[in-house]
């Protein structure tokens, strides 16, 4: 899925070139994530549940969580540079991983983008000025996605009161990697955030 896997996706609701990513704030024992495609459909949706020691969250392709994609599972419950491994719900194959870079990310987001063999193939970063937003969280952020030194997906924070909502541009990707794991990164970096504006 990490190298390869988003041409198989080539139709249906992955194939969109732009998603928009939203944060419920007021979901009970945990919050909501929903990714819409361009025409406000419903893509993908998590639920993150709350008072679990170690990090495990599955991505839903229905808001019944009946339709399982894929399985987010935290290999450490407490890490600098916490690696989270990707599997596919349907075969439960690793996929990838997903490990942050903890002391740089204290000052700019970033995470190092793992095939099931441990290389590193790809990167997440925040972009702009990373150091401002840590002190004045009002200003919006944004990161990009690259896949052996290539752009492939970009994540833009829109304002909005009361939530968080992200457009996920995946304009440059052409096949090269399965939308559902830049979802996944999209959800990754909106919960960094949410972690941070709350101190924790």
Same mark, same amino acid.
């Not at 719900?89 to 997903?98: A, H, Q």
């Given at each position: 899925?990490?190298?390869?896997?988003? *041409?198989?996706?080539?139709?249906? /609701?992955?194939?969109?070139?732009? #998603?928009?990513?939203?944060?419920?704030?007021?979901?009970?024992?945990?919050?909501?994530?929903?990714?819409?495609?361009?025409?406000? !459909?419903?893509?993908?949706? =998590?639920?993150? /549940?709350?008072? +679990?020691?170690? @990090? $495990? !969250?599955?991505?839903?392709?229905?808001?019944?969580?009946? !339709? /399982?994609?894929?399985?987010? +599972?935290?290999?450490?419950?407490?890490?600098?540079?916490?690696?989270?491994?990707?599997?596919?719900? %349907?075969?439960? $194959?690793?996929?990838? %991983?997903?490990?942050?870079?903890?002391? +740089?990310?204290?000052?700019?987001?970033?995470?190092?983008?793992?095939?099931?063999?441990? *290389?590193?193939?790809?990167?997440?970063?925040?972009?702009?000025?990373?150091?401002?937003?840590?002190?004045? /969280? =009002?200003?919006?952020? +944004?990161?990009?996605? @690259?896949?052996?030194?290539?752009?492939?997906?970009?994540?833009? *924070?829109?304002?909005?009161?009361?939530?968080? @909502? #992200?457009?996920?541009?995946?304009?440059?990707?052409?096949?090269?990697?399965?939308?559902?794991? &830049?979802? &996944?990164? &999209?959800?990754?970096?909106?919960?960094?955030?949410?972690?941070? $504006? *709350?101190?924790?």
């Amino acid at each position: 899925m990490v190298p390869a896997g988003g *041409q198989q996706l080539a139709a249906g /609701p992955f194939a969109h070139p732009m #998603y928009t990513v939203k944060q419920s704030y007021w979901a009970f024992l945990g919050r909501t994530t929903r990714v819409l495609s361009p025409d406000g !459909m419903l893509v993908a949706y =998590i639920k993150r /549940p709350v008072f +679990k020691w170690k @990090e $495990e !969250m599955i991505i839903y392709a229905d808001e019944a969580q009946t !339709m /399982p994609l894929l399985m987010i +599972k935290a290999r450490q419950a407490i890490a600098i540079n916490l690696v989270r491994d990707v599997f596919d719900s %349907s075969t439960g $194959e690793l996929v990838g %991983s997903i490990r942050q870079r903890g002391l +740089k990310s204290m000052f700019r987001d970033t995470w190092d983008i793992l095939d099931p063999h441990e *290389q590193q193939v790809g990167l997440m970063q925040e972009d702009g000025n990373s150091f401002l937003r840590r002190l004045f /969280p =009002i200003l919006l952020g +944004k990161w990009h996605i @690259e896949l052996h030194a290539q752009p492939v997906a970009y994540i833009k *924070q829109v304002f909005r009161f009361f939530a968080k @909502e #992200y457009t996920l541009d995946m304009t440059p990707n052409q096949g090269r990697m399965d939308p559902r794991f &830049a979802m &996944a990164l &999209a959800v990754l970096a909106l919960y960094a955030e949410t972690r941070r $504006e *709350q101190g924790s």
